[in-house]
């Protein structure tokens, strides 16, 4: 088995992956980072996205070993240490979440557009996020909760 | 974090205590536990719809290095007692009985049926395992629709019941049903289908069974609606006490209604963990769960309606045919809840009812969000289809045929009272906020340009927990428990044994008991998910509102009478003197005595008391409902129909609904928000689909399309809090309305949509392809 380095919320790790594991399972099973939900293991439900070298991936669809020499940020790695991020705070705040599966793909989607897309209107947030499926919410407290983010980020 | 500051948490949308743990992925789901020496399940299935398996060779998936055991369906099957589903038994099943075992031994049933399960050190070996077994099989002729099995020269799917009939209803008549129909200006006839679609929930079911061989006892992490139907469940089949089993849950995924209790797969992984002395974990993956975790609402009503020429709805006559999949279940038992609730909240005088049940080779029926809801679809439909004949209006034919508040109520001719039911209210209210005459006019309008708006309007009720029966001696849902004790560090502890699956529990708990107690809400702690340690109960059929709300707020007062009798011997003063708020007792009008509730729990624990005095701060409280009430309300919809393409745009989606008092008014939102996104998912989208040989064809989310944030309109909502029937609990279930009443709403603007084509809608599934056939088969479509 190929033994991989790479950066997972700042921290240097270096794990021998057989060729066929997800980052994924490298994730949740071997860094303990189960925060990474995996919601349909093809690709579209988006729940284990997370964020590569600046960029949401999902990480079912990703080899671990393709994830070799990258920086990944979890969103166990979202939060700064004295609280909550602006995403996950502006979620808290509008209730976004009921049970939380989909949680960590919305917010690692949610923050990477953000960072590039700062001033996003409400209709570009929806097709952003489109590629996320969530059950239970009906998506408006979602999107309300993006909104808030924006609103907030352009504020500071 | 500051504390909230409310004078009131009740009624307040108080951000929920859950969020912080969801929010930085410290959630603890089932796929989150690992046990020291766990193994992993996969199942081998069957890829035939209905075959003799011949022959199972698993001697290859033994021979894999990291597979630990293969179990086949007989080997399985000397390893447990043989039983009914456990939730059967529960509900006081009485019909004939299907004998099957947890994996098939000598037939499968349906694509996706369990045969064999394959245990080794990862799930990625386990399945390599599932690969290499063999598996022979004969096929017998498919029973891939209703219409085939129920008829008698269909093979049998279970070979006790002779044939393909899970359940007969028998015909029951309610008013004057001849007479109705004999004195009826017109008599409508029509076939209504309800189609096969799916929860879905993001996370599906999983269990990690963990046997103590010492102890010689189980303990099953669970994803489930309650840890005790899954402790029950388990300890029938593995024919254990159920002392020695224990069922724990944290964190769930979602469920609406699959996960109630342990499945198939879940009694096998248990048993499995039982038979090797180690811990086992199973969580299925999507195409599992689309294939074989279990599918709903696949029904047929052959439906017809005694109609007065000025819209007056006078009789109904309906037979419903359910295809309760391969292993009946709840399809067999959801005619009962059909039939007490089809009039609805109108004045509807007759009713004739009867159901078949039947079983087909595909996955099994299971309990989804509203399990009896096509009752409310049909009834919908019938007004919309005399509305559209009589060129009445959507809202007219409802204000017209809504049950009048009266006092006493008016009741359903099937039996229970209307009381409080506030349709007409409702009704009244969407008028107001929907300008239906200016929509008239923009509908014309936009017809001139050859496009197509439409709009539609439905009702509903819901027995949330429903009404108090006149002399019954509880409420309609049964009793609550809830046992609360105030702890050494002043927490005051909630053990419910409901099971929030994102339904808010901790948060909607704590804000009834703060406010009851007097404690601040961080200060009360919802302990759920533990056998061991909560009541019975389970968090499904949108009980939790009242009977948990209820039991929590009299559950509270109970425990701050017991506390203050306590605290009258530690202050020296008569307790009917003392206060508690903000977590301190004091004597009223003297602040400066006051203590901290967690220094008189402290006190109390410190035994330095005369035998007399009651210092055990623990109560177990019951609540049976109170004087109950309807949930109910009306949903509106404009869409507009692309007759090009057939795609189907909801504009705007308008809500007036009454839940009575609010506990949180953003958890009911997104409640009613997620059922109506769930509603417009299968109307719009969603499909579980078999052709006809029983193969399915929605096994992932290419081809099972469940909607996004970009098919879902914002929804408006105005709540209704018209008719207090309780003195204390008026908080009503939320949970299924949302889903129950979306697919008529919708349906019924897309039909107005069409209407420049003669375009009737008798089916509840309308994807872009369905839309354009129905044009073109319309009296305009060329």
Not at chain 2, 186 to 194: C, K, L, Y
Not at chain 2, 263 to 283: I, Q, T, Y
Not at chain 2, 724 to 745: H, K, Q, S, Y
Request: with cysteine.
């Amino acid at each position: 088995m190929p033994d991989i380095t790479l950066k997972v919320n700042d921290a240097t790790h270096t794990i021998s992956a057989e060729a066929r594991k997800t980052l994924a399972d490298l994730l949740r099973d071997d860094l303990d980072l189960t925060g990474t939900h995996l919601g349909c293991e093809h690709g579209v439900c988006g729940a284990c996205t997370v964020i590569v070298d600046g960029r949401a991936v999902r990480s079912c669809l990703m080899l671990a070993v393709q994830a070799a020499g990258t920086e990944v940020t979890t969103v166990e790695g979202l939060a700064p240490d004295d609280g909550l991020s602006t995403v996950q705070q502006a979620m808290w705040d509008s209730h976004s979440f009921q049970c939380g599966f989909c949680t960590p793909g919305f917010l690692m989607q949610a923050s990477a557009f953000l960072n590039n897309h700062p001033d996003a209107d409400e209709r570009q947030i929806r097709e952003a996020l489109s590629g996320n499926i969530c059950r239970c919410t009906g998506y408006q407290s979602i999107i309300e909760g993006v909104l808030l983010a924006a609103e907030r980020n352009r504020q500071r | 974090m500051a504390g909230i500051v409310a004078e009131r948490y009740t009624g307040a949308s108080i951000k929920r205590s859950e969020d912080q743990r969801i929010l930085t992925g410290a959630g603890r789901y089932v796929d989150d536990i690992k046990l020291p020496g766990m193994l992993h399940a996969a199942f081998v299935r069957s890829p035939l719809a209905h075959a003799q398996v011949l022959s199972v060779d698993v001697s290859a998936a033994r021979a894999l290095p990291g597979v630990v055991a293969v179990f086949t369906g007989a080997e399985l099957e000397a390893m447990t007692v043989p039983g009914p589903d456990a939730l059967m038994a529960l509900m006081g099943w009485a019909g004939p009985t299907p004998q099957f075992t947890l994996l098939a031994t000598d037939k499968v049933r349906f694509v996706g049926d369990p045969v064999v399960i394959v245990i080794a050190d990862s799930r990625y070996v386990a399945e390599d395992g599932c690969e290499l077994v063999e598996v022979e099989y004969d096929d017998l002729p498919p029973v891939a629709n209703a219409a085939f099995a129920l008829d008698p020269s269909s093979p049998p799917l279970f070979a006790n019941l002779g044939d393909n009939i899970a359940r007969l209803h028998s015909r029951k008549e309610y008013g004057d049903v001849s007479g109705a129909f004999a004195s009826a200006e017109r008599v409508m006839d029509f076939h209504i289908d309800v189609h096969r679609h799916q929860n879905v929930p993001m996370e599906g079911r999983g269990c990690v069974a963990s046997y103590d061989a010492d102890l010689g006892a189980l303990t099953i992490h669970a994803a489930t609606q309650s840890v005790h139907v899954s402790k029950i469940a388990v300890a029938m089949r593995l024919g254990m006490e159920q002392g020695k089993v224990r069922a724990l849950a944290g964190d769930i995924g979602g469920s609406f209604g699959l996960k109630i209790g342990a499945s198939r797969e879940e009694l096998a992984v248990a048993a499995a963990s039982r038979e090797l002395g180690r811990p086992v974990k199973w969580v299925e993956d999507r195409t599992e769960n689309l294939t074989a975790s279990g599918q709903a609402r696949e029904e047929s009503f052959a439906v017809r309606a005694a109609v007065s020429n000025d819209g007056d709805l006078l009789g109904l006559d309906v037979k419903a045919v359910v295809d309760t999949g391969a292993y009946p279940g709840m399809g067999a038992m959801v005619p009962d809840i059909m039939e007490a609730m089809l009039p609805g909240p109108y004045k509807l005088a007759a009713l004739g009812f009867e159901s078949t049940a039947v079983t087909t080779n595909k996955a099994s029926y299971v309990a989804y969000r509203g399990p009896w809801a096509s009752e409310t679809f049909v009834r919908e439909r019938v007004l919309d289809l005399i509305a559209r004949d009589l060129g009445l209006d959507p809202l007219e034919i409802r204000l017209r045929n809504a049950a009048p508040r009266t006092d006493p109520p008016a009741s359903m001719v099937t039996g229970r009272p209307l009381v409080g039911v506030t349709t007409r209210e409702s009704l009244e209210r969407i008028a107001q906020l929907v300008d239906i005459p200016a929509f008239r006019r923009r509908q014309a309008e936009a017809r001139a340009q050859g496009r197509y708006l439409g709009i539609g309007v439905a009702t509903f009720i819901e027995a949330a927990p429903g009404p108090r029966e006149p002399g019954g001696p509880s409420g309609p849902m049964g009793l609550e428990s809830m046992r609360l004790r105030l702890e050494e560090d002043g927490i005051v502890a909630l053990f419910t044994g409901q099971m929030p699956h994102g339904q808010s529990h901790q948060t909607t708990l704590a804000q009834i008991a703060a406010d009851e107690f007097g404690v601040p809400f961080e200060q009360v702690r919802v302990v759920v998910g533990d056998t061991d340690i909560v009541p019975f109960g389970l968090t499904g059929g949108s009980r939790s509102a009242t009977m948990t709300g209820g039991v929590a707020l009299h559950g509270a007062r109970q425990l701050k009478a017991k506390v203050l009798d306590f605290a009258s011997h530690l202050m020296e003063a008569s307790a009917q003197d003392l206060v508690i708020a903000d977590g301190y007792i004091s004597v009223r009008g003297d602040p400066a005595s006051a203590i901290a509730v967690g220094e008189v729990a402290r006190q109390a624990a410190s035994g330095d008391f005369d035998a007399d005095v009651d210092a055990h701060l623990e109560v177990e409280a019951a609540f049976d409902g109170g004087e109950g009430g309807w949930s109910g309300g009306t949903h509106c919809a404009t869409v507009e129909v692309d007759v090009e393409t057939g795609i189907v745009t909801v504009e705007r989606y308008v809500v007036a609904e009454d839940c009575g008092a609010l506990i949180n008014p953003a958890i009911v939102e997104g409640q009613i928000r997620g059922g109506v996104a769930q509603g417009i998912g299968a109307v719009l989208l969603e499909r579980s689909a078999y052709d006809e040989y029983g193969n399915c064809q929605s096994a992932t989310f290419m081809d099972y399309l469940v909607p996004t944030a970009c098919e879902i309109p914002r929804i408006e909502i105005e709540h209704l809090e018209t008719v207090p029937l309780d003195a204390d609990v008026n908080f009503r279930g939320v949970g299924e309305g949302g889903m129950i009443v979306a697919p008529p709403t919708l349906v019924s603007a897309i039909e107005d949509a069409l209407s420049p084509f003669g375009v009737r809608i008798y089916e509840q599934h309308l994807p872009p392809a369905r839309i354009l056939e129905l044009i073109a088969a319309s009296d305009s479509g060329q």
